[in-house]
């Protein structure tokens, strides 16, 4: 918004939209609109797409960055549990991305950007359902890419490593499991959401029209000298639920 997008914001709860879009107007001075939708729910979606289109004329820009995750050992994961995880992660990248392209990209081209991980690229404990789900995003991506090319229709992943002061930091161990990573980052410090943010306008812009199927990696190095230390895992998922 700050580099001249009006924007429309899509989720569950219509409270936290309205929240979310007073304050993204009040500090860019551009439209937000929010709208309330389930990226489980086609009929939804299709809905929300066609009520974007109504109030804005036009989509330049998709971002998928629904995602649901929790540390849990596979073992002790109910068969809903997985199932929801994939749901919410891979089947509603899918789900927006083909209304999107139907009812606007694929006549007009447009951007596909879907928010992964690094969980999938060398496996993590109690991550196997958030990995597998991001492995799946990935792949989609390159098929998309493919076929929608033709279109003019890019499609790219973002994979952010440790961002703090974000939901996900705080579900999967917050300062604790912060103090620990930032000595093993390159860099020496976790991402930040505007760290994110920028990568992704980059993406969209017209630096990157040659990039398309493939995944920018945001993690400062860290999948580079991250230990992937399952016992430390283990030892720090018993801590915290005694907690």
């Given at each position: ?54 109030q ?5 820009i ?45 006549d ?22 958030a ?40 579900r ?25 943010g ?24 860290n ?9 430390a ?11």
């Amino acid at each position: 918004m700050r580099h001249g997008c009006d924007t429309v914001i899509v989720s569950r709860r219509q409270d936290k939209l309205k929240q979310s879009a007073d304050l993204l107007t009040k500090a860019t001075g551009r439209r937000c609109v929010p709208i309330q939708m389930d990226v489980r729910k086609p009929e939804q979606i299709i809905k929300a797409v066609d009520d974007a289109l109504a109030q804005m004329g036009r989509i330049d820009i998709l971002i998928n960055g629904a995602a649901g995750n929790f540390l849990a050992p596979a073992a002790s994961l109910s068969f809903n549990a997985f199932k929801t995880v994939m749901e919410i992660d891979a089947h509603g990248t899918f789900n927006v991305s083909k209304v999107v392209y139907e009812k606007y990209f694929k006549d007009h081209g447009g951007m596909i950007v879907n928010i992964t991980a690094t969980l999938q690229m060398r496996g993590t404990a109690l991550q196997t359902h958030a990995g597998s789900a991001k492995a799946a995003i990935e792949a989609m991506t390159k098929h998309l890419a493919v076929e929608w090319g033709p279109d003019r229709v890019r499609v790219m992943c973002v994979a952010p490593g440790p961002i703090g002061d974000t939901e996900g930091m705080n579900r999967l161990g917050g300062k604790h499991l912060t103090d620990n990573i930032v000595k093993l980052i390159p860099i020496q410090r976790i991402g930040t959401k505007q760290d994110i943010g920028d990568t992704v306008l980059y993406v969209v812009s017209n630096a990157a029209q040659l990039l398309t199927g493939t995944t920018i990696i945001a993690d400062g190095g860290n999948c580079l000298t991250d230990d992937n230390n399952f016992i430390a895992r283990r030892a720090m998922l018993q801590k915290f639920s005694k907690l």
